[in-house]
């Protein structure tokens, strides 16, 4: 899956831990990335959750499509931040999942909290 994932290469996303139903991410926040108050802007913790998310969600072998997250940002994140986030599955059953998100700085401070729901369709990945 990664290897076909240009938005998380651009984001410059690293998988650090993969099994089953977990998924540990890490990225460096660059300067492009922050808003009009310069900080991180909030899509950037979000797409590292999601990334991290859609990674652990597929590692049960079937294709698994988001369909509700929701995120929160607990702390500011700035420039050089490097953030992991560590998805964990919460729930698994034949069509839906559900799986928790938490990003962390450097400082192994959390900076959000992520919950995202997927369905589980019948198809399978190849290996």
Do not use: P
Not at 30 to 53: C, K, P, V
Not at 82 to 111: D, W
Request: charge should be neutral; charged fraction near 25%.
């Amino acid at each position: 899956m990664y290897r076909d994932d240009a938005f998380s290469k651009w984001l410059g996303i690293e998988i650090l831990d993969m099994k089953t139903g977990y998924a540990k991410l890490q990225m460096t926040v660059r300067q492009e990335m922050t808003n009009g108050f310069g900080i991180a802007h909030g899509g950037i913790t979000y797409s590292l959750s999601d990334s991290a998310f859609a990674f652990a969600s597929n590692s049960q072998g079937k294709h698994a499509v988001s369909i509700e997250t929701a995120i929160s940002h607990i702390k500011r994140v700035d420039v050089g931040d490097v953030l992991t986030a560590i998805a964990r599955e919460e729930h698994l059953s034949n069509k839906i999942a559900v799986y928790h998100i938490e990003v962390t700085n450097q400082r192994e401070e959390k900076v959000a909290l992520f919950k995202g729901t997927v369905y589980r369709t019948s198809k399978e990945w190849e290996i």
